[in-house]
């Protein structure tokens, strides 16, 4: 005999605002740089799939996430640590970030 225990929450859902691939490639990446960086973890899709060649709907945030992380790189920013400053300032709200050490990186314009 076995037993189930079952968790609801009395939390109501939240209801996060998502965006397109379309909209995802307003922001200047390609469709196969989201699709790595969606591989590696950089991007986080509401919608979990297999890899690629799968239709994925993201938060809105990712999009800034995705346009920061081509903004740092077109400067020579390597991609993990652009997707860490990227993750970050999205996050915090902010256009600055501790690169570690006491070092700060600052992003003029937000993610637009």
Known sequence: MTS???VRSAVEPVEVPAVSLDQ??????????????CRQGYLK?????PGSGYARIWPAVERDVALLINRLQAVGVELATAAQIARSLVDSGTNRAELG????????????
């Open 101 to 112: 050490g006491g070092v700060f990186i600052s992003i003029d314009g937000g993610a637009a």
């Open 4 to 6: 189930e225990t079952v």
């Open 45 to 49: 899709p509401l919608t979990a799939t």
């Open 24 to 37: 995802m490639l307003t922001t200047g990446v390609s469709y196969r740089q989201i699709d790595h960086w």
